[in-house]
Nanobody, 122 residues
Framework: QVQLVESGGGLVQPGGSLRLSCAVS????????MAWYRQAPGQQRELVAL???????NYADSVKGRFTISRDNAKNAVYLQMNSLKPDDSAVYYC????????????????WGQGTQVTVSS
């Protein structure tokens, strides 16, 4: 089984910063695309940022210039640095990863973290 463990969420004031971390563990060969999603109450889950194995990145327009996604392939980890946070950023943030599994790494499977709450409020 593959597990994604997140940390770093919490309560922060507008204009503040948070750094989210996600580590992939369990039985797998390697990771492929890794991403952060978020979901606010009553809204659809949306892609916040994605990073490929080659470290190419893609961001939602609403977070460009404020958020930075990065990865550490040696640690099988992905991070989201969030700066200049706004109340509209409040949501449950989910880590997501495509993972090659099996003895030969031939099966590509997608996994989700449990979600971590980010609340931006005075």
């Amino acid at each position: 089984q593959v597990q994604l463990v997140e940390s770093g969420g919490g309560l922060v004031q507008p204009g503040g910063s948070l750094r989210l971390s996600c580590a992939v563990s369990g039985s797998f060969v390697s990771t492929s695309n890794m991403a952060w999603y978020r979901q606010a109450p009553g809204q659809q889950r949306e892609l916040v940022a994605l990073i490929g194995r080659s470290e190419s990145t893609n961001y939602a327009d609403s977070v460009k210039g404020r958020f930075t996604i990065s990865r550490d392939n040696a640690k099988n980890a992905v991070y989201l640095q969030m700066n200049s946070l706004k109340p509209d950023d409040s949501a449950v943030y989910y880590c997501n990863a495509d993972v090659w599994t099996g003895d030969s790494g031939r099966y590509l499977r997608n996994y989700w973290g449990q979600g971590t709450q980010v609340t931006v409020s005075s």
